[in-house]
């Protein structure tokens, strides 16, 4: 072997070395072009087919195929994203995905909805779409989310009662996130209508945290009478303890005119794949049932 081709033949065994070593993108990609059809191999033997979101600082987002959540990556921990139908040398040596494996990945893309409170918003990021719940059969909501930093919810207390909520959030830091929300109640069958607007802090991350609102509880007797007004702060933490339990309290003051009105809950949350189960109490002092059971179920989507 001469000399010039020796050159050559070790030139590519360190380029090849190097390669392994970083993110390949392929130049046939075109990032959100439905037409085609994406392939993502990550350095721990994933190979997942989807259609690539964007790709922003060392951040891809990815949307696995017939799962509509946007799955973030570093680029760190990707070897290759291209087109499908490409071939990539190096994927030889990459096993794919077991069934067992799948089937975990599958319970990641639908992440237990940690940012969810009882009364109240938080300001942690959403991890999905969104989720529909039902409380004790009679109490319905959907909560989406617009945005990454907007969501939106909507709902029911059969036979008498709607509600919605607007929000807008954002993180100023991995431990500290802020946001703005305002939730409306109206009674069906008179005039009456509630109004909670209030700002809210979160300290901590999805897995644990603690949520402070304050604000106002506005009541309407009528659209000719004024509106009484009352201080209002909720406080709560969440603590995931595995991937699919968690514990978390929250509890409510209004500071009305005569009397202030107290009400703490402990709930517990059960994830299986896209369903979640919540199960705990509310207690109501001074009142006939000091402790109301609560019995919820979520769909994620």
């Known amino acids: 072997m001469s000399k010039k081709h ?14 392994k070593g970083q ?8 990032i959100a072009d439905t037409t085609q059809q994406h392939v993502l191999f990550t350095t721990d033997g994933r ?3 989807g259609l690539t979101q964007f790709i922003h600082d060392d951040t891809l987002g990815f949307k696995v195929r017939n799962v509509p959540t946007v799955n973030r990556f570093a680029l760190k921990d990707i070897n290759f994203l291209g087109l ?7 994927t030889k040596d990459i096993a794919p995905m077991k069934p067992k494996e799948e089937e975990e990945w599958i319970r990641e893309t639908y992440p237990m909805p940690l940012n969810q409170l009882l009364y109240s918003a938080t300001a942690i990021p959403y991890a999905s779409k969104g989720t529909y719940r039902n409380t004790m059969v009679l109490a319905n909501q959907i909560d989406i989310r617009i945005r990454n930093n907007f969501g939106v919810s909507g709902g029911a207390l059969i036979p008498a009662l ?11 830091s991995d431990m500290l ?18 109004t909670h607007p209030y700002a809210m802090v979160t300290l901590g991350q999805r897995d644990k945290y603690l949520n402070f609102t304050m604000g106002y509880w506005m009541d309407r007797f009528g659209y000719r009478t004024g509106i009484e007004r009352y201080p209002m702060v909720t406080l709560g933490g969440s603590f995931a303890f595995t991937e699919d339990w968690r514990f978390f309290i929250e509890g409510a003051a209004v500071f ?3 009397q202030n009105l107290m009400l703490p809950s402990f709930n517990f949350s059960n994830r299986r794949r896209k369903s979640v189960l919540e199960f705990g109490v509310l207690a109501i002092p001074d009142s006939s049932f000091p402790l109301l059971p609560l019995l919820s179920y979520q769909r994620i989507f």
Do not use: C, K, N, P
């Not at 499908?84 to 190096?90: I, L, N, R, T, Y």
């Open 256 to 258: 009305q005119t005569y």
């Open 162 to 172: 709607l509600m919605g909520r607007v929000q807008a959030h954002l993180s100023a």
């Open 6 to 19: 020796a050159f050559y033949f070790l030139w590519m065994i360190l380029l090849s070395t190097a390669l």
């Open 23 to 30: 993110t390949i993108i392929s130049q046939q990609l075109t």
């Open 84 to 90: 499908a139908s490409e071939s990539f040398q190096q």
């Open 47 to 49: 190979q997942l087919f």
């Open 177 to 194: 996130h802020i946001g703005l929300a305002v939730q409306q109640y109206v009674v069906l069958w008179d005039e009456q209508s509630s």
